[in-house]
């Protein structure tokens, strides 16, 4: 029989590595200790079209049209704008305080705000966490080897949380509070407690003893992200918690206008495989090829495999480059980066003009994500600004922050310097042996001489930690 104590969609069982705190202002940084911070807000505003509201005590077959008639899952939510019932104008409202298991998918809506409704201190909280509490989901295949069916249609009797139609691969587990993110790639290799492979549609866990005896909770981070930005979709007040993948990104298959992201907590990230499966990955928000008008702000962005907030992509010719893509006032802890650049192609009349605006966040301890150990590439990545190729020439502006600890350094550009990249007016808080830029030596107290050789930073505040 499945244990019957397993968490439940109400705030008294909350994610792993949840706390509820409340976000008093924003750029405010983080208070000690694990957790996402929350901001406490009121019931959004309805926007022009209908309002439709999400309720996991609510039923699928009702209209979602009301607080007393919602819909009960996501699922459904997506289902009604993908069928156009969804239309442009409309806000979709998730029950504040409750465990919304699923992604947010608004396709090509137009407009459309996501927000919360309810009364509870807590936001909602998205993820597509699964979970196994009971030891029945577990089949032992060797000694301390246990296996589960991870296909939708095992689902629902022994393991619990989100289910997805065509995902079955697993980033990371959290148990007891602790990300274990070490994944091998064939079962005989597993040697050391809760080391996992996902391969096909089954998780392979090492651990002495069933993984969910005594009742203890697996969470597994299903490779989905969590929000698809699409254009002139607004996210508001919500907690995107735990996935596989990316937690929001902008769509990668057409060009993205009018998004933004406002007073979220996004959290527990990454740890799946990209494309070619030789690398894993894992941002908190990534902006893609051809986005334009992206707000990123008063958010928290913690403990992903990758960077906090990023702007990337592959240009054509003729494509659309990024214009006032901005991150402001957000605060980031526990990521490997805290903010990444790059752009392969090559720019053109058509796709000049690029612009990234950073400004008015406070970044802590770069280098220290759950990650930083398990990560191939790990030399000089625990950095706070991170870039690589700059084919477009993009102007970025990074200025009014507070980068504070990394476990390398402050900047790690390879092969150079982005030639847009106007840095200055920022306070930088470093160990005294931390060097200001992979591969050179200076650090905090020769600042004007890095400054004088980069040309960077001739305006900010340096100081040790």
């Not at 998780?203 to 909770?217: D, I, L, Q």
């Not at 990545?381 to 690589?388: A, E, I």
Request: charged residues 20%; contains cysteine.
């Amino acid at each position: 029989m499945p244990n019957t104590a397993r968490p439940s969609d109400h705030p008294t069982h909350p994610l792993p590595g949840i706390r509820r705190r409340t976000l008093l202002a924003a750029g405010l940084g983080l208070s000690a200790g694990a957790g996402l911070v929350f901001a406490r807000r009121s019931t959004a505003r309805a926007g022009s079209g209908a309002t439709f509201y999400v309720d996991p005590a609510g039923d699928d077959a009702s209209d979602g049209r009301s607080t007393s008639a919602p819909w009960r899952t996501l699922q459904r939510a997506n289902a009604a704008i993908a069928a156009g019932a969804v239309g442009a104008g409309s806000t979709l409202l998730l029950r504040r305080g409750r465990q919304h298991f699923g992604i947010v998918r608004p396709g090509a809506v137009g407009a459309l705000t996501v927000a919360s409704w309810g009364d509870e201190s807590e936001p909602p909280t998205v993820t597509t966490y699964a979970y196994a509490d009971d030891p029945a989901a577990w089949t032992r295949i060797a000694d301390e080897r246990w296996s589960m069916d991870l296909r939708s249609s095992a689902a629902g009797r022994t393991r619990h949380g989100y289910v997805s139609s065509w995902c079955t691969e697993v980033g990371f587990l959290r148990v007891d509070g602790v990300i274990h993110g070490d994944r091998g790639t064939d079962v005989t290799g597993l040697t050391k407690p809760w080391q996992f492979v996902s391969k096909g549609t089954s998780v392979v866990v090492n651990c002495p003893e069933n993984p969910s005896a005594g009742g203890r909770t697996v969470w597994l981070a299903i490779a989905e992200p969590i929000v698809e930005g699409r254009s002139g979709v607004t996210v508001r007040d919500l907690a995107l918690v735990g996935t596989g993948r990316n937690a929001v990104q902008t769509a990668t298959s057409v060009p993205v206008r009018d998004f933004s992201v406002e007073r979220c907590a996004i959290g527990q990230v990454g740890g799946g495989y990209v494309s070619g499966g030789q690398s894993r990955f894992g941002n908190g928000v990534q902006v893609w090829t051809g986005a334009q008008d992206i707000r990123i702000a008063d958010s928290t962005i913690e403990d992903c495999w990758d960077v906090a907030m990023t702007v990337q992509g592959p240009v054509t010719a003729t494509a659309t480059p990024w214009r006032n893509v901005v991150f402001e006032n957000n605060s980031t802890r526990r990521n490997m980066q805290s903010f990444e650049y790059w752009s392969t192609g090559t720019q053109t009349a058509a796709n000049a003009g690029s612009d990234c605006v950073v400004r008015g966040n406070r970044c802590e301890d770069a280098g220290s994500s759950w990650s930083a150990q398990l990560r191939p590439d790990r030399l000089g990545k625990g950095t706070h600004l991170l870039f690589y190729r700059d084919d477009l020439h993009t102007s970025i502006t990074v200025q009014g922050n507070s980068f504070v600890r990394a476990t390398d350094n402050y900047l790690y550009a390879n092969p150079a310097i982005p030639k847009g990249l106007v840095s200055t007016g920022n306070t930088i808080r470093l160990a005294s042996t931390t060097p200001l830029q992979f591969a050179a030596k200076e650090t905090v107290h020769e600042n004007v001489t890095w400054s004088k050789r980069s040309g960077l930073e001739r305006g900010s505040i340096f100081a040790t930690v």
